[in-house]
DNA sequence: GTGAAAGCGCTAACAT
DNA sequence: ATGTTAGCGCTTTCAC
């Protein structure tokens, strides 16, 4: 590798001189030797030592993103978000994945601290605020997409109750009035978010909930299967259901054909978090999409913003979600657009 | 940031001596003074500066992860498997995302090596071989599922061929003579060694192959579902197909019971790749899951392996993957997995 | 078995 | 506007 002495060396100036050009000082040089310590370094194809540099100034352009699953559905398109802002910036990534029974965790912020990381994002991460700060020696960071209770001022999440609300409103507009719904694990905060709008919308809208109408799930297809077995056995019959998430809606989904009946025509079902499955099942399902690529990209402007200023005082970004209308809700629009997505003349 | 220094004021003995051990150097220090100086670095939370060491040692415990595109279906889980091995080692991988539009790749490279990464991975690239060693200033690297034509030493790769002649086998076993096939997108290099897997299985059972048969597609639904059309237009019907990939299947699937009949029992249909489509449809679809968590795995040991070794000598390693046996093939082992996976009833 | 000291490439404080 | 130089934390050669 070709080093700041040897541009030197060839421009003909001091490496100091060089330094300052190359590192994107603002310390004054002349345009002529400017441009021609540019040219010598671009002819020779001189590339900054990260470890001197960081050695010396204590930064690293280095960013720790610790994550509980990088295999999630979340995850990827999250940490894609973050990385198109940083690289553009000279930043990169070390992604680290942490699983939730691990007990290394403070190991893995301290080796990130040994890599000198100007700051960290945590993706999906439940761990306690305070927890946290102990161990960040006050390097900005921010909190996407996160899992669990606690508010923090850092993170930027989806706006749960909007987005809930968002496919009830859809139901509400379509007419139905009886709408069951399938919570995800109680555990999660954000289930218990999307629950409470789905009563407050109706409510709000004048119509009210049986019991038999809320069943608690746990996130998957067979829970979701008998989730609506249960719904679908209770006194008054609903004519849709919203399920917490996709998984849920696909296992409703299966539970309602087998029982002999149609969605959306006799039941109409929606999700949340556009899936694949939402995608692909039969009929298809009306959902909830999370604009990641976007969260993860604001996420990286909020460091950047940190970076720059050290003006900490940040509020909680709430994101709000975009409807995607298919078949599974009856409306007109999903059909067309089935149809379209798989080139495949509709039924009937 | 607690110093080599520090380290040694406290434990009363020479920077030298705490290098050597800290650094896990296998020059001689006596039981005692090596007991006391881990003994003082944990209590003090010692965390070697990785640049310091980095700017002297020219090694940085950092590997340089290349891929394009990040949120594909494999890459998260191959990543995942390399951090597996990589972390336990003390190594921090740098994940950079290069889409295969971007002219950018030499300036990537160039910018881990400022980085000082001490070798590289490549996950599903097709930068030919040569444009990708001169950049690579001789450090290690290897290819893991990589797509594309060139072959390469260093790569560790599904076994398309094993793989492909897995499906086309088990039609075969259930009974099935006259065996369709969709290819996917004629660029990949997978497509053609897949295809050629089908037509050396089918031969080698001794049946043939109409012409009519086989069509080219292009790895998505809408393609599965037009090549299916024209396979059930051909003079005389298979009585199963063979998609490319779980998409082309899926869209195989569809257009089959959009013509009125049934799979498995009028076509069966199997595809490739284990997606979550595969697993959702209905019925699911008997495929094949590809090891990617172990492709992972054994690209970082290959990697770790040169790193120590500086011997170059590897042969390119051809990993096979498993049949998953689902309803679509009509296999009655597939019915009672999709029952047990769905906790549901079987139909009829 | 241990210590002293040089120096990796760079930035920034201090000259000029 | 440019040059000189100290020193970041670490490893390693050399001396003892």
Redesign the pocket.
């Known amino acids: 590798m070709v080093?700041?002495?040897e541009v030197a060396h060839i421009a003909g100036?001091?490496?100091?001189?060089v330094?300052r050009v190359?590192?994107n000082?603002d310390?004054?040089?002349?345009q002529?030797?400017r441009a021609n310590i540019l040219k010598v370094a671009g002819e020779v194809g001189y590339s900054?030592?990260r470890a001197?540099?960081s050695?010396?100034?204590e930064r690293s352009s280095l960013i720790g993103v610790i994550l509980d699953n990088f295999s999630s559905l979340w995850a990827p398109v999250i940490v894609r978000g973050i990385q198109d802002v940083l690289h553009k910036k000279g930043y990169l990534t070390l992604v680290v994945n942490i699983p939730w029974e691990e007990h290394s965790r403070a190991d893995v912020v301290k080796d990130l601290m040994g890599h000198s990381v100007d700051a960290f994002v945590f993706v999906e991460t439940w761990h306690p605020v305070r927890e946290r700060l102990d161990m960040l020696n006050n390097k900005p960071y921010v909190i996407v997409h996160r899992l669990f209770h606690e508010s923090d001022p850092h993170s930027i999440i989806p706006d749960e109750t909007y987005n809930s609300s968002l496919v009830v409103k859809h139901l509400l507009e379509l007419g139905h009035e009886k709408v069951a719904y399938i919570a995800g694990d109680a555990n999660y905060f954000s289930s218990s978010q999307r629950l409470d709008a789905y009563l407050d919308t109706m409510h709000a809208a004048g119509f009210g909930v049986r019991d038999g109408w809320i069943a608690q799930g746990e996130w998957c297809i067979p829970s979701g299967y008998q989730c609506a077995q249960r719904i679908l056995a209770s006194d008054e019959m609903p004519s849709a259901i919203v399920a917490a998430n996709d998984e849920l809606a696909y296992g409703a989904l299966l539970a309602v054909l087998d029982a002999g009946l149609k969605v959306p025509d006799d039941i109409a079902i929606v999700g949340y978090d556009n899936n694949d499955i939402s995608r692909i099942s039969n009929p298809t399902i009306t959902t909830v999409s999370l604009p990641l690529f976007l969260m993860g990209q604001i996420a990286a402007e909020n460091l950047l913003c940190q970076l720059q200023t050290s003006d900490r005082d940040y509020a909680e970004q709430l994101i709000p979600g975009e409807l995607i209308v298919r078949q599974s809700c009856g409306a007109p629009e999903g059909v067309e657009v089935y149809a379209r997505d798989f080139q495949r003349a509709t039924a009937e």
């Open positions: 080093t700041i002495k100036v001091s490496i100091a001189t330094s190359l590192s000082s310390y004054p040089v002349s002529r030797t900054p030592n001197a540099r050695l010396r100034t």
